[in-house]
């Protein structure tokens, strides 16, 4: 795969693919623009994450079938339909380099990428699915007539005890090594006769999904060892900053001009941040503010004051909150002289005028908090009983808590987030939680809408509407 910094010139279409789905058995001979490079595997990543999420919340296997279809219809879908392959193997492969780099970039990877396959697997075709069990060479035979009539009571007394539909006389089985089909074997799903299992065609995705995971599992420290000795040093200008960014990245929209729900004004502060704010950006006003604590102001003001702006906090009300807050503990003057500027920093005013975008949850729970430090995402970083004590606060119930604790001993601290969010809100929301001012923007658009209704958007009696159960709707942004 060679990558161009302009246009592109498709050389051949690789050769390794059946029907839709690849074999990804080689990195495709073309030219890779590097906008393509990145944009390719953001969209494969957004399938991917969708997956994990679904998998994780514990989604049926009919649920994560029309899952994948619709993730992969959403993202992976090129403008020119006949480039729709190549953006697949592409991206697979930008993944491969961007995911080899850890023992736990790869775990996650082979996971997701052989749950994608299984599902893609089962929604191909017939012809599709044995055209592509030729393309694997999978050491299976088709059954013949007498071997099916000398093995048909077995296979009638496998298929009674999964309730399945008894073999007919035109059904297809495969003898497969029975170290093939391992998952097949530990669920007692296949018939066993002298070292072969006995796999019918609606269970040969099991076959090809370990002949997928075997192969990509080898592939992943292949690709390690090509990285860590040639490419990332050769690539370090142009490609290395890429591919370390990627397995970091937010996939969500831009929180760094967020006017969706226009301008909130300092008087909301508080009210806002007991309804509506995360648990970490909770806690940082609970510490910072509310308590008066006035040590690690600094990361206060990148952290918090980024995520203000992002809920539509203007930067003029910015100063003067942070200012009613700081400025009688440090002097106003020593406020405009070292605060005020990481303020103005923050909304471009200053500096190299970036318009610095708030973090995302992936970035906050990969940073590492010192002792004393409170920012980090609290389920990540909490101990389980300050956690619980937490949730207790935001008015979590016991069950709900429960799940919520359950999901961060998993390490799945994004769907734990999302739990609160759902407990808290009596509300479903199926995009999940990746970024705290979308966990801000949700909660505003469940709770802000009846306000608006009722005609009095800042009245005591508004805010008090907010928070009705009548009030409380399903968010799915
Ligand atoms: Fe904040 Fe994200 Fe952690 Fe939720 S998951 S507490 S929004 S960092």
Redesign the pocket.
């Known amino acids: 795969m060679e990558i161009v910094r302009s246009q592109r010139s498709r050389t051949n279409t690789p050769n390794d693919s059946v029907s839709t789905l690849p074999l990804y058995r080689y990195a495709p001979q073309l030219e890779v623009r590097l906008e393509d490079f990145e944009v390719f595997a953001m969209d494969r990543l957004r399938v991917l994450k969708g997956i994990s999420d679904a998998l994780a919340r514990g989604k049926r296997p009919e649920e994560m079938e029309n899952l994948v279809r619709d993730l992969w219809k959403a993202n992976m879908r090129h403008p020119e339909a006949s480039e729709d392959v190549n953006k697949d193997i592409i991206s697979h492969f930008v993944l491969r380099l961007v995911y080899c780099r850890t023992e736990d970039l790869r775990k996650w990877f082979l996971s997701m990428e052989t749950a994608l396959y299984r599902y893609r697997f089962l929604l191909g075709s017939s012809e599709a699915k044995r055209a592509l069990m030729e393309e694997f060479d999978l050491p299976c035979k088709a059954i013949s007539r007498t071997e099916f009539e000398n093995a048909k009571e077995k296979l009638e007394q496998v298929a009674r005890s999964f309730d399945q539909p008894l073999p007919t006389a035109d059904a297809i089985f495969y003898k497969v090594p029975f170290e093939e089909v391992p998952e097949l074997v530990a669920g007692r799903r296949v018939y066993i006769h002298k070292g072969h299992a006995y796999v019918a065609m609606h269970q040969v995705v099991s076959l090809v999904v370990t002949q997928f995971r075997s192969n990509l599992s080898k592939a992943l420290i292949l690709t390690n060892r090509k990285w860590t000795s040639t490419i990332r040093e050769q690539e370090k200008d142009r490609l290395t900053p890429i591919v370390e960014a990627l397995s970091m990245s937010y996939l969500g929209p831009d929180y760094s001009q967020t006017k969706e729900f226009g301008e909130i004004s300092i008087k909301d502060l508080d009210q806002l941040a007991r309804s509506s704010f995360?648990?970490?950006?909770r806690h940082l006003f609970d510490k910072y503010v509310f308590r008066r604590l006035f040590t690690f102001l600094l990361s206060l003001t990148l952290c918090v004051s980024l995520y203000a702006k992002g809920v539509g906090l203007r930067m003029e009300d910015a100063l003067a909150f942070w200012k009613a807050e700081f400025s009688h503990k440090v002097g106003a003057e020593r406020f405009d002289k070292e605060y005020a500027y990481s303020i103005r920093h923050n909304y471009g005013k200053e500096g190299k005028r970036t318009d610095y975008t708030p973090y995302s949850?992936q970035k906050?729970?990969s940073s590492t908090p010192g002792v004393g430090d409170h920012h980090g995402?609290?389920?990540?970083h909490f101990s389980e009983e300050n956690l619980r004590a937490a949730l207790g606060r935001m008015g979590v119930g016991s069950r709900a808590m429960e799940d919520v604790v359950d999901k961060v001993r998993n390490r799945h601290?994004?769907l734990?987030?999302t739990l609160t969010f759902e407990a808290v809100h009596s509300s479903s929301c199926d995009a999940g939680?990746n970024?705290?001012n979308q966990?801000f923007s949700d909660s505003h658009k469940i709770l802000q809408p009846k306000v608006q209704i009722v005609g009095q958007p800042h009245s005591d009696q508004a805010e008090m509407a907010k928070f009705r159960p009548s009030n409380l709707q399903t968010c799915k942004s």
């Open positions: 995360p648990l970490c950006m949850c906050i729970i995402c609290p389920y990540r601290y994004q734990a987030c939680i970024h705290p966990y």
